[in-house]
């Protein structure tokens, strides 16, 4: 039974135009999400997170959204560059009432993007 | 820099025979999780350690094991590994146990089983 779902294993991006990951879970208990991105060999570094209190996060080129009712949190990188090339995984925790994340984390099984120059 | 550091990066061993995977830090965090990845599955928390508190997940295998003997240091043991148990292992730590700091992950050990 696989509660986050990240249900594109691959996308194909042209430098500079937007990339748009998408992610669903089934878990209501879930209120705090994150994005990771990993390169080939290397561990998973952390890119952005969100909490259930706000729909939407930005840092730069990326960007969290998260609507609650439908289960579904996207990332958006623009613009996107060769350089973001690599798997990204979406994970998700349950949160006490104040949005702090338990910890325990359960990942979907990653999205490779690729970003042709 | 502080750090999540795996050893070995790549580990053979024999179906059956006992094999310990190494993770240590440099960040003095309170949390050390491990997490295997199959294949192009999702990684999965096997057990995390908060402080000397051993957590394990209510599907983790009995042939998995794992030790904390200080802060800095946890080790992932595999009583007798079979073919299933070949996967990437990742260690990652937390400052605190509730948090919203990010995990931090080591680079991973590949276990493969002859």
């Known amino acids: 039974d696989q509660q986050v779902k990240q249900n594109s294993p691959s996308l194909s991006v042209q430098e500079g135009r937007i990339s748009i990951l998408n992610c669903d879970y089934t878990?209501?208990?879930?209120?705090?999400f994150l994005w990771y991105k990993k390169y080939p060999a290397e561990g998973p570094t952390f890119l952005i997170s969100?909490?259930?209190?706000?729909d939407k996060n930005e840092d730069g080129r990326f960007t969290v959204f998260l609507n609650k009712s439908a289960k579904h949190l996207s990332l958006h990188i623009v613009p996107s560059q060769p350089g973001d090339s690599a798997v990204y995984f979406c994970?998700?925790?349950?949160?006490?009432?104040?949005?702090?994340?338990?910890?325990?984390?359960?990942f979907g099984q990653g999205t490779i993007l690729t970003v042709h120059p | 820099d502080a750090m999540v550091i795996q050893n070995p990066r790549y580990q053979v061993t024999q179906f059956g025979k006992p094999v310990t995977l190494s993770c240590s830090q440099t960040l003095n965090h309170n949390v050390m999780y491990w997490y295997q990845q199959k294949s192009s599955q999702a990684p999965k928390l096997l057990f995390h350690y908060y402080d000397k508190d051993f957590n394990n997940e209510a599907d983790t295998p009995d042939n998995f094991q794992s030790r904390r003997p200080n802060t800095s240091f946890c080790f992932l043991d595999i009583r007798s590994p079979g073919l299933g148990d070949a996967a990437m292992y990742l260690c990652a730590t937390s400052p605190f146990r509730y948090s919203n700091q990010p995990q931090h992950f080591g680079d991973g050990t590949r276990l493969s089983i002859l």
């Open positions: 994970a998700a925790s349950e949160a006490n009432a104040g949005g702090t994340s338990y910890g325990k984390l359960t």
């Open positions: 878990n209501s208990m879930f209120d705090y």
């Open positions: 969100i909490s259930s209190i706000k």
